[in-house]
């Protein structure tokens, strides 16, 4: 039994359901990640829900996720928040956080 690595990197991919276009979600799950050193991506799907995936310092998008599960942008009103892929990482494969279209 080791001490757990706290530094240890996670990749995740995320869907958001509920209110969360037309809210600034996009942009404020970006400004979020950044702020955090999360890596990945974030986009409006055709769906109405709000798509993307994020690589980082496991505590870092532990808090991420609690965010996209409860909290979101203003205005928002999150129904629930499903995490697909969930993985370890040994090194990141984007190099910043990005809105796509």
């Not at 409006?44 to 993307?52: A, D, W, Y």
């Not at 870092?60 to 409860?70: Q, R």
Request: charged content about 30%; some cysteine.
């Amino acid at each position: 039994m080791g001490i757990p690595d706290i530094r240890m990197l996670i990749t995740v991919e995320f869907e958001v359901f509920g209110h969360v276009q037309g809210c600034y979600f996009t942009k404020s799950t970006r400004d979020m990640c950044k702020k955090a050193g999360i890596t990945g991506w974030v986009k409006n799907s055709k769906q109405g829900t709000i798509v993307g995936k994020m690589q980082g310092p496991k505590e870092e998008v532990d808090k991420m996720i609690e965010w996209l599960s409860t909290k979101g942008s203003p205005g928002c009103q999150i129904e629930k928040c499903e995490l697909r892929n969930v993985g370890t990482l040994n090194r990141l494969d984007y190099k910043d956080f990005a809105i796509r279209f």
